[in-house]
């Protein structure tokens, strides 16, 4: 399955911008962040494919967005604690290709907050599940939220990307802080970061299977 992760920039550069993005790319599903809810139902009209939103805030169209090519299902929204002084946060899931649970996040300004928000996002996930993350973690590998993330799951650029994966700011990346992330029991089998300018950001594109147990049965 192919994995879109990509923070629109509140469609700032145009909903076409966007669609040409998801056509380019074609992925199975978009982890889209910094969405905005009219934009989106557009941009999934623009493209046939089906959306979940979640709003950082009660009665506010900005948050969080999963764009797939087949329909979703038990979609889940969560918000993170409010931080003093800062903007609210939310991620959200459901469920697509091969019962996979995706999940589309975006952490924010706050080291300390960023690694709350991680932990309360890993708390909330089913332990047994294959699960697909995707988003704008603001930080780089060398960061709280992201040990907690890569302890759970495998960061699929940092196991089968090209390049070194940096994706912001987009007209001269130096710092990579758009990830996807999978569940050990998925295999990452490539990554990339997508050329094509359509906000602040570079948009990342992985390609992940599903790990297969070898056979225990032996030759006659």
Do not use: K, W
């Not at 758009?178 to 570079?202: E, G, K, N, W, Y």
Request: glycine share 8%; with cysteine; net charge positive.
């Amino acid at each position: 399955m192919r994995v879109l992760a990509f923070n629109v920039q509140g469609f700032r550069a145009g909903g076409e911008r966007i669609a040409e993005m998801i056509r380019a790319t074609d992925p199975d599903v978009a982890l889209l962040t910094e969405t905005r809810r009219r934009p989106m139902r557009a941009l999934a009209r623009a493209t046939g494919r089906h959306i979940v939103f979640a709003a950082a805030r009660r009665f506010r169209g900005e948050g969080t967005a999963i764009l797939a090519r087949a329909p979703l299902h038990d979609a889940r929204r969560l918000r993170f604690a409010p931080t003093a002084g800062f903007e609210r946060r939310c991620m959200v899931a459901a469920r697509a290709a091969e019962d996979v649970l995706f999940v589309a996040l975006h952490l924010g300004l706050s080291g300390a907050e960023r690694a709350r928000h991680a932990a309360e996002l890993i708390a909330a996930l089913p332990a047994s599940d294959r699960i697909v993350i995707g988003g704008d973690l603001n930080e780089t590998p060398g960061g709280n939220a992201y040990a907690l993330l890569a302890a759970a799951f495998t960061d699929v650029f940092a196991s089968a990307g090209e390049g070194s994966g940096e994706t912001f700011p987009a007209d001269a990346p130096l710092e990579r802080i758009d990830f996807v992330f999978c569940s050990r029991s998925l295999t990452p089998v490539r990554a990339a970061i997508v050329p094509l300018v359509a906000s602040d950001h570079l948009a990342v594109v992985a390609e992940i299977g599903r790990r297969y147990e070898a056979s225990s049965e032996s030759a006659s």
